[in-house]
């Protein structure tokens, strides 16, 4: 199985300041016959179910503010929130999809300073 | 815009059999893969299992002996069953539509989620 490791646990930034998550997998996700990355995100609001954020590592889902960005390649990853706002409270989750069993990252939680 | 709803009927005793069902609306079920995901505390996200429209199913090898995924494509609804609960499968279950590209499977609509409890 891929495992997911996400850092931080938790972070707490001030309204407007950049948020940034991180996620590794413990092995390549990047097929090289597409030079994609099989790595999504999710934001999960308190007492909502999770909501998809970006896929293909960087493809931002439909209606996803643009604050929201993802990079990195292979086995690292970023998630960014550039200009946090009070609506951005929530535990983010990574997830892989190369291959099966699907695997996601244990969360990190932000906050608001 | 497609909605996704779990039910089921409630607590479970160890040992029985945990049997939910989501219903899907504003869209059809058919040309789609579908998908279980549970959340624990202890085990944070975990994927169950998904099936296509057409039946064929992938289960995650941890569950896979107790794990059946079902469709019925005339309800819009697909269903999951997992047999010989223990407390350890106490969980948040969700349903979820399942995004598939070039080999790739992730969930682009979620359920609110349904709460199950293993306890007798």
């Known amino acids: 199985d891929i495992v997911m490791t996400q850092s931080p646990d938790s972070l707490a930034v001030s309204l407007g300041e950049r948020a940034t998550i991180n996620c590794r997998s413990s092995?390549?996700?990047?097929?090289?016959?597409?030079?994609?990355?099989?790595l999504a995100w999710y934001q999960q609001k308190p007492g909502q179910s999770p909501k998809l954020l970006i896929y293909w590592a960087s493809t931002r889902e439909s209606g996803v503010p643009d604050r929201f960005s993802g990079s990195g390649s292979g086995t690292d990853f970023t998630l960014t929130i550039s200009g946090l706002q009070a609506e951005d409270v929530a535990v983010y989750y990574c997830?892989?999809?190369?291959?099966?069993?699907?695997?996601f990252g244990g969360g990190t939680k932000v906050e608001i300073k | 815009q497609v909605q996704l709803q779990e039910s089921g009927p409630g607590p479970v005793k160890p040992a029985e059999t945990l049997s939910l069902t989501c219903t899907v609306s504003g869209g059809s079920i058919s040309t789609y893969y579908w998908g279980w995901i549970r959340q624990s505390p202890g085990k944070g996200l975990e994927w169950i299992g998904y099936i296509y429209s057409s039946g064929s199913t992938n289960y995650n090898p941890s569950l896979k002996s107790r794990v059946t995924i079902s469709v019925d494509a005339s309800k819009n609804q697909f269903s999951l069953k997992l047999s010989s609960v223990t407390a350890a499968d106490t969980a948040i279950y969700y349903c979820a539509r399942v995004y598939h590209d070039s080999s790739g499977y992730f969930f682009d609509y979620w359920g609110q989620g349904t709460l199950v409890t293993v306890s007798s």
């Open positions: 092995q390549s996700v990047l097929y090289s016959s597409n030079n994609k990355n099989y």
């Open positions: 997830q892989q999809y190369y291959s099966t069993p699907l695997t």
